[in-house]
């Protein structure tokens, strides 16, 4: 079996009411994650809460299926 790495690009976006992270959201496309963030934000009293925008990669191996051969 050849195990092949996938690289999966994450954006999470993260919601800290007076001090306390309450939800943390994940994204596949940055441009929504941004548009999350300025939902999130748009609600908030900044000089209290905080909301922040991370960016990470992921990688995954996954098996690559192969048939099977016999020798007969």
């Given at each position: 079996?050849?195990?092949?790495?996938?690289?999966?690009?994450?954006y999470?976006?993260?919601d800290?009411?007076?001090?306390?992270?309450?939800?943390?959201?994940?994204?596949?496309?940055?441009?929504?994650?941004?548009?999350h963030?300025?939902?999130?934000?748009?609600?908030?009293?900044?000089?209290?809460d905080?909301?922040?925008l991370?960016?990470?990669?992921?990688y995954?191996?996954?098996?690559?299926?192969?048939?099977?051969?016999?020798g007969?």
């Amino acid at each position: 079996m050849i195990r092949s790495k996938t690289k999966l690009r994450v954006y999470t976006v993260v919601d800290v009411w007076r001090g306390i992270a309450v939800g943390a959201t994940n994204f596949r496309r940055l441009r929504n994650a941004q548009k999350h963030l300025q939902r999130l934000r748009r609600h908030r009293n900044m000089m209290e809460d905080d909301v922040k925008l991370f960016e990470t990669t992921i990688y995954a191996s996954s098996p690559r299926l192969r048939t099977a051969r016999t020798g007969m």
